[in-house]
């Protein structure tokens, strides 16, 4: 991925602090759903419901959404940190300019999301549903995908580092020209034919261990 394409968030020096977040949210869907160049700081919030509202320029920092609903929300310049979203839902969302660092989003679903210059940085996203998303110019740095679904979905120009993909369903999802090289790929699940590792980019254990579950018997010769 060129880096010079990717683009930050981009938010203004001067925000709006949020007393009652949930309030905030909740008006938000009965009036114009749109929240500008908010901070929302230490809120602890379960079950609330936030579908279709779109966020710009805001900053989430020390938030706990848990079991929340955001489907069909949109996320523009907004950065998250240190946030829990945990067994939330973000069915078929939309994050543009986004970044995420510190941040946990165990089980959440982002089923048919799209993503686009987004960053995630020491996040854990362990079994996030992010099946039929549209991902492209990504970036993650030392985050936990372990067992998460990124079945059918379409992923282009990606750069992951120390990232963990252990046990992650890559079903139907083609993974040409992605670099797997520096992050753990260990028991993924993918088609009988293997067809999505065609064009994959790893390193000689990863290709040895991928090459044993093609069947391939790879014989040690002594120099």
Known sequence: MNRKTFKEPS??????EVKDG?????????????????????FFITDLNGSGI?????????????????DKASFIDVEFVNCDFS????????????????????????????????????????EAGMNACRFSYIKAFRTDFKCAG???????????????FAGVNFFKTLLRNIDFTECDIGEIVISDNRSELSGVIVNMSQALVLAKGLGIVIKEFEL
């Open 22 to 42: 949930a309030g905030l949210i909740e008006a938000a869907r009965e009036d114009e759903n749109r929240i500008l160049q908010s901070q929302f700081s230490g």
């Open 87 to 126: 067994n939330s839902s973000f069915e078929n969302g939309y994050f543009k300019y986004c970044s995420f660092k510190d941040s946990k989003a165990l089980g959440a679903d982002f089923y048919g999301s799209r993503f686009l210059h987004v960053s995630f940085e020491k996040c854990c996203m362990q």
């Open 54 to 70: 779109i966020f710009e320029k805001t900053v989430f920092k020390n938030c706990r959404f848990i079991g929340c609903r955001f």
């Open 150 to 164: 990124f079945s059918m979905c379409n992923i282009a120009n990606v750069e992951w580092k120390d990232c963990c």
């Open 11 to 16: 938010i203004p020096g001067a925000l709006q």
